[in-house]
């Protein structure tokens, strides 16, 4: 066992007015099983660069352990993926490697194969043998999950829980909890370790939230209640010092001494008064700082003509002569949440992309009305560029209410003034998110709508679709999303 000890750590990137941040100071042991968390932009990835030595910071960090990154870069993914592991740790041993590779349940034939030929999910997997082959290191792993599907992420869990010493970013609660023992959480205004999984710290955090909300409210009660007892005190101590000039009990001289004491006692009970009330604001001023801002979210759907919106009758789906699923059979009702499931390659993209209308080659019947307007998210983000105020005026939608929805998933009026390009990836599914939530349909249509989206993010989202119950299939692979969520599961 080693610590990590961060000291008064400040950080802002060169020409940001803003500190990511600001003298933090925690203690992390090499041994913990670590959950990293944290609403998107917050500076999660930062931190592993700070920690990696890429960027100057004020502060210490000081660790007697080396750090590794993952994912690792593969500049040449035509390569074969043993020279892939070779290039990434020259002196690794082969039965190790087989030994990890084992226990991710990765075949062997994928060692002998080019690498951009592995799918997504094996891509992860061998990617993680070759990080945990390398010994005495404490391991950074940002994002593992994403493009895994339900079942490659049960494994990859599975397989962390029986490590130790790591970082580990994600934002899949289910994930979470089945492989830490710790969770590291970036708030609005510090960052705190807690032992336990996700949901322990979540639940710790409803408590502590809902708490200072009841104290501020307290507060508030009590801060007007001693303004008006301040005001009524000072107003009688005035009245009292004016009749000192006055007269008492018809014509006879008033004790200008006793009215002047008397008045000096109650100014002295004002401003006791008046430091109790700057006191209850200054205890005030401490609360709500890391009470994320969680608002609901809103949606409006056409009303539609029809029950029936589409159905999909014996379909089959083809790229050129490869087969990519068979015999798939479901209606879309009014109403339906319908979450497609099944392993990276089994065609969901592809029957999401037929629904949509695009030129998609296949067998069967598939039955959609003309007039039934679509709202679509795609997992690609890279096309996005310009400003909001520009993306809204391209896409035909509000802008207020496009960056309303924005503002409640955590954007700050700073990013409203930054080209999206420059957005992190969870920033740029919420601009995706966003928009369709903005469009007026009939029917949404998501496809992996949630990766890189963070945690608290995901639980908006979730409350607004069962809430105001839209039409909507999707495709994601967070486990208690879709368990929340939808009413239907089409398995492929």
Not at 69 to 87: G, Q
Not at 261 to 289: G, P, T, V, Y
Request: proline letters at 2%.
């Amino acid at each position: 066992m080693s610590l990590i000890n961060v000291t008064n750590l400040t950080f802002a990137y060169e020409g940001s007015y803003d500190n990511i941040f600001e003298n933090v100071n925690f203690q992390i042991d090499t041994d913990w099983k670590l959950g990293f968390t944290g609403r998107n932009g917050r500076g999660k990835t930062t931190f592993l660069q700070l920690l990696l030595g890429k960027h100057e910071y004020i502060g210490a960090i000081s660790a007697n352990v080396t750090f590794e990154y993952f994912p690792y870069p593969v500049p040449n993914k035509e390569n074969m993926t043993l020279d892939v592991i070779s290039e990434i740790f020259p002196d690794y041993i082969h039965w190790q490697l087989m030994r990890e590779l084992s226990l991710l349940k990765v075949d062997e034939d994928v060692l002998y194969r080019p690498f951009a030929s592995l799918s997504n999910g094996e891509q992860t997997k061998v990617l993680l043998a070759a990080l945990f082959i390398k010994e005495n290191s404490f391991l950074l792993i940002d994002e593992p999950t994403n493009h895994l599907d339900m079942q490659a992420r049960t494994w990859v869990s599975d397989y962390l829980n029986t490590k130790s010493g790591y970082i580990l970013v994600s934002h899949d609660r289910a994930f979470l909890d089945n492989c830490v023992d710790h969770i590291l959480s970036i708030n609005k205004t510090n960052i705190e370790i807690q032992k336990g999984n996700f949901s322990s710290w979540w639940e710790n955090k409803r408590r502590l939230d809902n708490f200072e909300l009841a104290q501020n409210e307290k507060l508030r009660r009590d801060i007007n209640r001693l303004a008006d007892s301040s005001k009524r005190t000072g107003n009688w101590s005035h009245e009292v010092e004016k009749t000192k000039n006055g007269t008492r009990n018809s014509g006879s001289k008033v004790d200008k001494g006793y009215i002047g004491h008397k008045a000096a006692k109650m100014m002295k009970r004002s401003k006791s008064i008046e430091q109790r009330q700057q006191s209850a604001i200054d205890q005030k001023s401490k609360l709500l700082k890391n009470i994320e801002s969680s608002e609901t979210l809103e949606i409006v759907q056409l009303p539609y003509h029809k029950n029936t919106f589409a159905e999909l009758e014996q379909i089959s789906i083809y790229y050129g002569e490869k087969l990519v699923c068979s015999d798939v059979d479901f209606t879309i009702e009014q109403g339906d949440r319908i979450a497609l499931s099944g392993k990276n390659g089994s065609g969901k993209s592809s029957i999401l992309k037929l629904i949509c209308g695009e030129d998609i080659q296949y067998t069967g019947s598939f039955t959609k009305d003309s007039q039934l307007k679509i709202s679509y998210v795609s997992q690609d983000t890279s096309h996005l560029q310009g400003n909001l105020t520009e993306f809204a005026r391209d896409n035909g939608i509000d802008e207020s209410l496009f960056k309303s929805i924005l503002r409640k998933l955590d954007f700050s009026r700073v990013q409203f003034e930054k080209d999206i390009s420059t957005f992190s990836g969870g920033q740029k599914k919420k601009v995706l998110i966003a928009k369709s939530l903005s469009e007026h349909v009939h029917l949404h249509i998501w496809d992996e709508p949630l990766n890189f989206v963070d945690v608290i993010s995901r639980m908006q989202i979730e409350e607004l679709l069962l809430e105001y119950t839209p039409t909507i299939i999707f495709v994601e692979h967070d486990r208690e999303f879709c368990g929340n969520v939808a009413t239907k599961i089409i398995e492929l």
